[in-house]
Protein backbone atom coordinates (compact mmCIF):
# COMPACT_ATOMS: atom_id res chain seq x y z
CA UNK A 1 0.00 0.00 0.00
CA UNK A 2 2.86 2.21 0.79
CA UNK A 3 3.97 1.49 -2.50
CA UNK A 4 1.15 1.91 -4.42
CA UNK A 5 0.69 5.63 -2.43
CA UNK A 6 4.69 6.69 -3.29
CA UNK A 7 4.06 5.78 -7.06
CA UNK A 8 0.28 8.14 -7.33
CA UNK A 9 2.41 10.83 -5.27
CA UNK A 10 5.50 10.57 -7.81
CA UNK A 11 3.17 10.32 -10.98
CA UNK A 12 1.17 13.71 -9.38
CA UNK A 13 4.47 15.74 -9.04
CA UNK A 14 6.04 15.05 -12.13
CA UNK A 15 2.86 15.81 -14.15
CA UNK A 16 2.19 18.74 -11.91
CA UNK A 17 5.70 20.10 -12.62
CA UNK A 18 5.44 19.38 -16.12
CA UNK A 19 1.84 21.51 -16.18
CA UNK A 20 3.79 24.23 -14.40
CA UNK A 21 6.71 24.55 -16.75
CA UNK A 22 9.26 23.71 -14.52
CA UNK A 23 11.10 21.90 -16.64
CA UNK A 24 12.75 24.10 -19.53
CA UNK A 25 16.24 23.45 -21.70
CA UNK A 26 19.12 25.65 -22.51
CA UNK A 27 17.15 26.67 -25.85
CA UNK A 28 14.06 27.38 -24.21
CA UNK A 29 15.58 29.17 -21.72
CA UNK A 30 17.39 31.64 -24.51
CA UNK A 31 14.05 32.03 -27.01
CA UNK A 32 12.50 33.13 -23.65
CA UNK A 33 15.21 35.33 -22.97
CA UNK A 34 15.56 36.66 -27.13
CA UNK A 35 11.51 36.98 -27.44
CA UNK A 36 11.61 39.35 -23.87
CA UNK A 37 14.32 41.15 -25.92
CA UNK A 38 11.76 41.33 -29.07
CA UNK A 39 8.97 42.68 -27.43
CA UNK A 40 10.79 44.91 -25.45
CA UNK A 41 12.22 46.57 -28.30
CA UNK A 42 8.92 46.42 -30.61
CA UNK A 43 6.93 47.19 -27.59
CA UNK A 44 4.60 44.24 -27.82
CA UNK A 45 2.61 43.05 -25.29
CA UNK A 46 1.28 39.75 -26.43
CA UNK A 47 3.73 36.48 -26.77
CA UNK A 48 5.31 36.14 -29.96
CA UNK A 49 4.52 33.05 -31.99
CA UNK A 50 7.73 30.55 -32.63
CA UNK A 51 8.10 31.10 -36.01
CA UNK A 52 8.85 34.92 -35.72
CA UNK A 53 11.04 34.65 -33.18
CA UNK A 54 13.12 31.80 -35.39
CA UNK A 55 13.04 34.05 -38.73
CA UNK A 56 14.70 37.33 -37.04
CA UNK A 57 17.17 34.94 -34.61
CA UNK A 58 17.85 33.66 -38.55
CA UNK A 59 18.05 36.92 -39.80
CA UNK A 60 20.17 38.73 -36.94
CA UNK A 61 22.44 35.85 -36.61
CA UNK A 62 23.44 36.29 -39.98
CA UNK A 63 23.36 40.43 -40.33
CA UNK A 64 26.00 40.29 -37.28
CA UNK A 65 27.99 36.87 -38.55
CA UNK A 66 28.62 38.96 -41.83
CA UNK A 67 29.46 42.53 -39.83
CA UNK A 68 31.75 40.82 -37.93
CA UNK A 69 33.47 39.12 -41.14
CA UNK A 70 32.91 42.57 -42.75
CA UNK A 71 34.94 44.86 -39.77
CA UNK A 72 37.21 41.95 -39.01
CA UNK A 73 39.04 42.71 -43.04
CA UNK A 74 38.42 39.21 -43.77
CA UNK A 75 35.58 40.18 -46.81
CA UNK A 76 37.54 39.30 -49.70
CA UNK A 77 37.96 35.89 -48.19
CA UNK A 78 34.51 35.91 -47.67
CA UNK A 79 33.69 36.48 -51.33
CA UNK A 80 36.91 33.66 -52.47
CA UNK A 81 34.64 31.50 -50.34
CA UNK A 82 31.69 31.21 -53.15
CA UNK A 83 34.28 32.39 -55.97
CA UNK A 84 36.12 28.87 -55.28
CA UNK A 85 32.93 27.00 -56.09
CA UNK A 86 32.11 28.23 -59.65
CA UNK A 87 29.27 31.00 -57.57
CA UNK A 88 29.00 33.96 -57.75
CA UNK A 89 29.44 36.37 -55.01
CA UNK A 90 25.72 36.63 -54.19
CA UNK A 91 25.10 32.99 -53.84
CA UNK A 92 28.40 32.18 -52.31
CA UNK A 93 27.73 34.97 -49.38
CA UNK A 94 23.43 33.06 -49.61
CA UNK A 95 25.19 29.77 -49.08
CA UNK A 96 27.30 30.21 -46.25
CA UNK A 97 23.74 32.42 -44.82
CA UNK A 98 21.93 29.22 -45.59
CA UNK A 99 24.36 26.87 -43.70
CA UNK A 100 23.73 29.59 -40.50
CA UNK A 101 19.79 29.38 -40.82
CA UNK A 102 19.25 25.37 -41.45
CA UNK A 103 21.77 24.87 -37.80
CA UNK A 104 19.76 27.20 -35.92
CA UNK A 105 16.43 25.82 -37.39
CA UNK A 106 17.02 21.98 -36.73
CA UNK A 107 18.27 23.38 -32.77
CA UNK A 108 14.74 24.68 -32.41
CA UNK A 109 13.14 21.80 -34.25
CA UNK A 110 14.52 19.05 -32.38
CA UNK A 111 13.48 21.42 -28.66
CA UNK A 112 10.42 21.82 -30.16
CA UNK A 113 10.33 18.05 -30.62
CA UNK A 114 11.44 17.28 -27.36
CA UNK A 115 9.08 18.87 -25.90
CA UNK A 116 6.28 16.63 -27.33
CA UNK A 117 7.80 14.07 -25.56
CA UNK A 118 7.12 16.31 -22.02
CA UNK A 119 3.38 16.54 -23.46
CA UNK A 120 2.93 12.86 -23.98
CA UNK A 121 4.27 11.63 -20.39
CA UNK A 122 2.11 14.52 -19.01
CA UNK A 123 -0.35 13.27 -20.54
CA UNK A 124 -0.65 9.81 -20.78
CA UNK A 125 2.70 7.77 -20.12
CA UNK A 126 3.18 8.92 -16.41
CA UNK A 127 -0.77 7.55 -15.73
CA UNK A 128 0.73 3.95 -17.30
CA UNK A 129 3.40 3.46 -15.41
CA UNK A 130 3.76 0.93 -13.21
CA UNK A 131 6.58 1.15 -11.20
CA UNK A 132 8.62 4.01 -9.02
CA UNK A 133 12.04 2.74 -10.63
CA UNK A 134 10.91 4.08 -14.25
CA UNK A 135 9.10 6.84 -12.77
CA UNK A 136 12.38 7.71 -11.21
CA UNK A 137 14.49 6.81 -14.73
CA UNK A 138 12.09 9.26 -16.16
CA UNK A 139 13.02 12.12 -13.90
CA UNK A 140 16.04 11.74 -13.87
CA UNK A 141 16.19 11.88 -18.10
CA UNK A 142 14.24 14.79 -18.00
CA UNK A 143 16.23 16.75 -15.18
CA UNK A 144 19.60 16.22 -17.43
CA UNK A 145 17.42 17.37 -20.50
CA UNK A 146 16.88 20.25 -18.88
CA UNK A 147 20.05 20.99 -17.15
CA UNK A 148 20.98 23.37 -18.67
CA UNK A 149 23.88 24.67 -16.86
CA UNK A 150 25.43 20.83 -17.94
CA UNK A 151 24.04 21.31 -21.73
CA UNK A 152 26.60 25.22 -21.67
CA UNK A 153 29.19 23.24 -20.05
CA UNK A 154 29.20 20.36 -22.17
CA UNK A 155 28.77 22.97 -25.16
CA UNK A 156 31.24 25.49 -24.63
CA UNK A 157 33.63 22.61 -23.74
CA UNK A 158 33.08 21.07 -26.66
CA UNK A 159 33.74 24.24 -28.99
CA UNK A 160 36.81 25.12 -27.18
CA UNK A 161 38.26 21.39 -28.02
CA UNK A 162 37.24 21.83 -31.43
CA UNK A 163 38.91 25.51 -31.85
CA UNK A 164 41.95 24.19 -32.82
CA UNK A 165 40.20 21.91 -35.37
CA UNK A 166 38.70 24.74 -37.51
CA UNK A 167 42.14 26.57 -37.49
CA UNK A 168 43.89 23.36 -38.74
CA UNK A 169 41.76 22.84 -41.75
CA UNK A 170 41.22 26.22 -43.13
CA UNK A 171 45.47 26.08 -42.64
CA UNK A 172 46.00 22.49 -44.03
CA UNK A 173 43.83 20.94 -46.04
CA UNK A 174 44.34 21.76 -49.82
CA UNK A 175 41.23 22.24 -51.70
CA UNK A 176 38.80 24.47 -49.30
CA UNK A 177 37.84 27.78 -50.01
CA UNK A 178 39.75 30.05 -48.11
CA UNK A 179 42.77 27.97 -48.86
CA UNK A 180 44.69 28.89 -45.71
CA UNK A 181 43.90 31.29 -42.26
CA UNK A 182 40.63 32.73 -43.77
CA UNK A 183 41.01 35.72 -40.51
CA UNK A 184 39.21 35.90 -37.53
CA UNK A 185 35.98 37.13 -38.73
CA UNK A 186 35.64 33.77 -40.89
CA UNK A 187 36.65 31.51 -37.70
CA UNK A 188 34.64 33.38 -35.41
CA UNK A 189 31.61 32.44 -37.89
CA UNK A 190 32.71 29.15 -37.91
CA UNK A 191 32.92 28.57 -34.47
CA UNK A 192 29.47 30.15 -33.81
CA UNK A 193 28.22 27.31 -35.83
CA UNK A 194 29.92 24.83 -34.16
CA UNK A 195 27.89 26.42 -30.96
CA UNK A 196 24.92 25.59 -32.43
CA UNK A 197 25.86 22.27 -33.52
CA UNK A 198 26.64 21.13 -30.42
CA UNK A 199 23.42 22.62 -28.83
CA UNK A 200 21.29 20.79 -31.08
CA UNK A 201 24.29 17.38 -30.73
CA UNK A 202 23.31 16.99 -26.99
CA UNK A 203 19.41 17.04 -27.72
CA UNK A 204 19.73 14.32 -29.85
CA UNK A 205 22.04 12.43 -27.76
CA UNK A 206 18.82 13.32 -24.96
CA UNK A 207 16.46 11.77 -27.45
CA UNK A 208 18.34 8.39 -27.95
CA UNK A 209 19.31 8.12 -24.43
CA UNK A 210 15.33 8.16 -23.78
CA UNK A 211 14.73 5.57 -26.40
CA UNK A 212 17.81 3.64 -25.68
CA UNK A 213 16.25 3.47 -21.73
CA UNK A 214 12.79 2.94 -22.60
CA UNK A 215 12.86 -1.00 -22.58
CA UNK A 216 13.44 -0.97 -19.19
CA UNK A 217 10.15 0.63 -18.31
CA UNK A 218 7.38 -0.84 -17.03
CA UNK A 219 4.37 0.59 -19.10
CA UNK A 220 0.49 -1.00 -18.67
CA UNK A 221 -0.19 -1.80 -22.12
CA UNK A 222 -3.36 -4.34 -23.51
CA UNK A 223 -2.55 -7.75 -22.00
CA UNK A 224 -4.14 -9.81 -24.42
CA UNK A 225 -2.07 -8.21 -27.30
CA UNK A 226 0.51 -5.66 -26.01
CA UNK A 227 1.89 -4.87 -29.65
CA UNK A 228 -1.95 -3.38 -30.45
CA UNK A 229 -1.87 -1.09 -27.78
CA UNK A 230 -2.17 2.78 -28.14
CA UNK A 231 0.28 3.34 -26.33
CA UNK A 232 3.07 1.45 -28.14
CA UNK A 233 1.48 2.75 -31.52
CA UNK A 234 1.88 6.73 -30.15
CA UNK A 235 5.66 5.87 -28.82
CA UNK A 236 6.23 4.31 -32.30
CA UNK A 237 4.84 7.07 -34.43
CA UNK A 238 6.31 9.83 -31.70
CA UNK A 239 10.23 7.93 -32.71
CA UNK A 240 9.33 7.39 -35.95
CA UNK A 241 8.61 11.51 -36.50
CA UNK A 242 12.50 11.86 -34.76
CA UNK A 243 13.68 9.73 -37.77
CA UNK A 244 12.27 11.78 -40.24
CA UNK A 245 13.65 15.07 -38.75
CA UNK A 246 16.95 13.88 -38.81
CA UNK A 247 15.96 12.17 -42.13
CA UNK A 248 15.43 15.80 -43.29
CA UNK A 249 17.87 17.35 -41.88
CA UNK A 250 20.55 14.84 -43.33
CA UNK A 251 19.17 15.49 -46.93
CA UNK A 252 19.30 19.22 -46.90
CA UNK A 253 23.07 19.40 -45.86
CA UNK A 254 23.66 16.22 -48.28
CA UNK A 255 22.01 18.28 -51.04
CA UNK A 256 24.23 21.12 -49.90
CA UNK A 257 27.54 19.37 -49.52
CA UNK A 258 27.02 17.44 -52.88
CA UNK A 259 25.66 20.73 -55.12
CA UNK A 260 28.89 22.82 -53.79
CA UNK A 261 31.08 19.64 -55.15
CA UNK A 262 32.63 18.75 -52.18
CA UNK A 263 32.81 15.25 -52.82
CA UNK A 264 33.47 13.17 -55.88
CA UNK A 265 30.88 11.04 -57.22
CA UNK A 266 32.19 7.79 -55.96
CA UNK A 267 33.13 9.68 -52.49
CA UNK A 268 29.21 11.09 -52.75
CA UNK A 269 27.77 7.55 -52.72
CA UNK A 270 29.72 6.17 -49.54
CA UNK A 271 29.43 9.63 -47.94
CA UNK A 272 25.47 9.16 -48.62
CA UNK A 273 25.51 5.43 -47.08
CA UNK A 274 27.21 6.88 -44.10
CA UNK A 275 24.33 9.35 -43.39
CA UNK A 276 21.89 6.55 -44.09
CA UNK A 277 23.27 4.29 -40.90
CA UNK A 278 22.21 7.01 -38.30
CA UNK A 279 18.84 6.66 -39.39
CA UNK A 280 18.62 2.93 -39.59
CA UNK A 281 20.78 3.11 -36.18
CA UNK A 282 17.85 4.99 -35.05
CA UNK A 283 15.09 3.41 -36.34
CA UNK A 284 16.53 0.20 -35.09
CA UNK A 285 17.09 1.27 -31.28
CA UNK A 286 13.66 2.92 -31.43
CA UNK A 287 11.78 -0.47 -32.77
CA UNK A 288 13.66 -3.04 -30.55
CA UNK A 289 12.98 -0.67 -27.24
CA UNK A 290 9.61 -1.27 -28.06
CA UNK A 291 9.93 -4.59 -28.62
CA UNK A 292 11.21 -4.97 -25.39
CA UNK A 293 8.54 -4.01 -23.57
CA UNK A 294 6.26 -5.73 -25.73
CA UNK A 295 7.78 -8.71 -25.31
CA UNK A 296 8.25 -8.31 -20.96
CA UNK A 297 3.97 -7.51 -21.12
CA UNK A 298 3.01 -10.61 -23.05
CA UNK A 299 5.53 -12.88 -20.67
CA UNK A 300 3.84 -11.16 -17.68
CA UNK A 301 0.65 -12.06 -19.35
CA UNK A 302 1.76 -15.60 -20.06
CA UNK A 303 3.18 -16.38 -16.90
CA UNK A 304 -0.11 -15.48 -14.69
CA UNK A 305 -1.93 -17.76 -17.02
CA UNK A 306 0.50 -20.72 -16.57
CA UNK A 307 -0.01 -20.14 -12.99
CA UNK A 308 -3.28 -20.23 -13.11
CA UNK A 309 -3.32 -23.54 -14.60
CA UNK A 310 -0.77 -24.98 -12.44
CA UNK A 311 -2.85 -24.43 -9.48
CA UNK A 312 -6.05 -26.08 -11.53
CA UNK A 313 -3.97 -29.17 -11.96
CA UNK A 314 -2.93 -29.06 -8.28
CA UNK A 315 -6.29 -29.71 -7.23
CA UNK A 316 -6.56 -32.99 -9.50
CA UNK A 317 -9.51 -32.50 -10.40
CA UNK A 318 -9.83 -33.71 -13.36
CA UNK A 319 -12.64 -35.61 -13.17
CA UNK A 320 -14.60 -32.35 -12.94
CA UNK A 321 -15.98 -30.89 -15.83
CA UNK A 322 -15.53 -26.98 -14.68
CA UNK A 323 -12.44 -27.73 -14.29
CA UNK A 324 -11.14 -29.00 -17.60
CA UNK A 325 -13.15 -26.52 -19.15
CA UNK A 326 -11.60 -23.59 -16.97
CA UNK A 327 -7.82 -25.11 -18.09
CA UNK A 328 -9.06 -25.75 -21.69
CA UNK A 329 -10.14 -22.42 -21.80
CA UNK A 330 -6.77 -20.73 -19.84
CA UNK A 331 -4.73 -23.01 -22.05
CA UNK A 332 -6.37 -21.07 -25.81
CA UNK A 333 -5.62 -17.89 -24.31
CA UNK A 334 -2.22 -18.87 -23.68
CA UNK A 335 -1.94 -19.85 -27.17
CA UNK A 336 -3.43 -16.60 -28.88
CA UNK A 337 -1.75 -14.25 -26.55
CA UNK A 338 1.25 -16.35 -27.16
CA UNK A 339 1.00 -15.73 -31.26
CA UNK A 340 0.60 -12.06 -31.01
CA UNK A 341 3.28 -10.33 -32.44
CA UNK A 342 6.44 -9.13 -30.10
CA UNK A 343 7.19 -5.83 -31.88
CA UNK A 344 5.14 -2.85 -33.24
CA UNK A 345 6.71 -3.25 -36.65
CA UNK A 346 4.00 -3.23 -39.47
CA UNK A 347 3.56 -2.14 -42.92
CA UNK A 348 3.12 1.63 -41.73
CA UNK A 349 6.05 1.30 -40.03
CA UNK A 350 8.63 -0.28 -42.69
CA UNK A 351 6.96 2.53 -44.89
CA UNK A 352 8.23 5.12 -42.86
CA UNK A 353 11.78 3.95 -42.83
CA UNK A 354 11.52 3.29 -46.85
CA UNK A 355 10.86 7.26 -46.67
CA UNK A 356 13.50 8.38 -44.08
CA UNK A 357 16.04 6.73 -46.42
CA UNK A 358 14.55 7.78 -49.41
CA UNK A 359 15.11 11.21 -48.47
CA UNK A 360 19.11 11.58 -48.47
CA UNK A 361 18.81 9.61 -51.91
CA UNK A 362 16.82 12.50 -53.21
CA UNK A 363 19.12 14.94 -51.97
CA UNK A 364 21.82 12.93 -53.82
CA UNK A 365 20.16 12.41 -56.94
CA UNK A 366 19.51 16.13 -56.88
CA UNK A 367 23.05 16.84 -56.02
CA UNK A 368 24.33 15.36 -58.86
CA UNK A 369 21.54 15.78 -61.47
CA UNK A 370 24.24 16.46 -64.38
CA UNK A 371 25.39 12.96 -63.64
CA UNK A 372 21.90 11.57 -63.26
CA UNK A 373 21.30 13.65 -66.69
CA UNK A 374 23.85 11.85 -68.49
CA UNK A 375 22.75 8.62 -67.78
CA UNK A 376 19.53 8.98 -69.43
CA UNK A 377 21.42 10.58 -72.12
CA UNK A 378 20.68 14.36 -71.76
CA UNK A 379 23.05 16.87 -71.74
CA UNK A 380 22.96 19.19 -69.08
Known sequence: MTTDT?????????????????YKTLVDIFLAWFERLLRKITRQSKPLPLWFI??????????????????AG?????????????FGTVVG???????????????????????????????????RTESFTSLRKFENWITTCCNWRMHLLITIALTIL?????????????????GGFGGYGLTSTSIVIYIFTYVFSYQIFMVVFLSANLRNYDLKIFVADPGSSELISRLSSEFGFFVYLVAIYVAIYSFWIYRLGLFAT?????????????????????????????????????????????????MENFESKETMEAINRLMDYHDRV?????????????????NSLLLPLLAFLL?????????????P
Do not use: H
Open 162 to 178: SSPFVLFIENTVPGLPI
Open 367 to 379: GNIDLVLKLFGIN
Open 54 to 71: TVTLCVISAAVTNAAIYF
Open 74 to 86: DWTAYLRNGASFG
Open 338 to 354: KATSDSALDFRTYLSLF
Open 266 to 314: SLSILVMLFWWLPIVVLFALNQTSLSSIIYRAKWKTLNEIQMKVEKLQA
Open 93 to 127: ILINIFNGFLTIIITIAINQYIKRFFILWQDTILD
Open 6 to 22: ALIEKREELKRRLAAGE
